[in-house]
Nanobody, 117 residues
Framework: QVQLVESGGGLVQPGGSLRLSCAAS????????MAWYRQAPGKERELVAA???????DYADSVRGRFTISRDNAKNTLYLQMNSLKFEDTAVYYC???????????WGQGTQVTVSS
């Protein structure tokens, strides 16, 4: 299996920046893709950004141009650089590792991001 631990969340003012990290351990070689999701109070969990093992990336329209997903394979760590943060970016952010179906995907425990003045 793969274990994921997020960090880097916190309180930030509108327009500010944060960088989230997701450290992976375990069967790293089984990871096909990785992604960041978020869930705001009273809302469903939504995809924020994703990256494949080949390096391609994709973003939700709401964050494109403001957020950047990246992966440091040497450190087995996934990042999410978040700039120009807005009130509506407030949510718990989760890291996900996409694994072969027989393994089942792995999720981190989440990290809170609060954008407030």
């Amino acid at each position: 299996q793969v274990q994921l631990v997020e960090s880097g969340g916190g309180l930030v003012q509108p327009g500010g920046s944060l960088r989230l990290s997701c450290a992976a351990s375990g069967r790293i070689s089984s990871i096909n893709a990785m992604a960041w999701y978020r869930q705001a109070p009273g809302k469903e969990r939504e995809l924020v950004a994703a990256t494949t093992s080949g390096g391609s990336t994709d973003y939700a329209d709401s964050v494109r141009g403001r957020f950047t997903i990246s992966r440091d394979n040497a450190k087995n760590t996934l990042y999410l650089q978040m700039n120009s943060l807005k009130f509506e970016d407030t949510a718990v952010y989760y890291c996900k590792a996409v694994l072969p179906r027989w393994m089942g995907d792995s999720w981190g425990q989440g990290t809170q991001v609060t954008v407030s003045s």
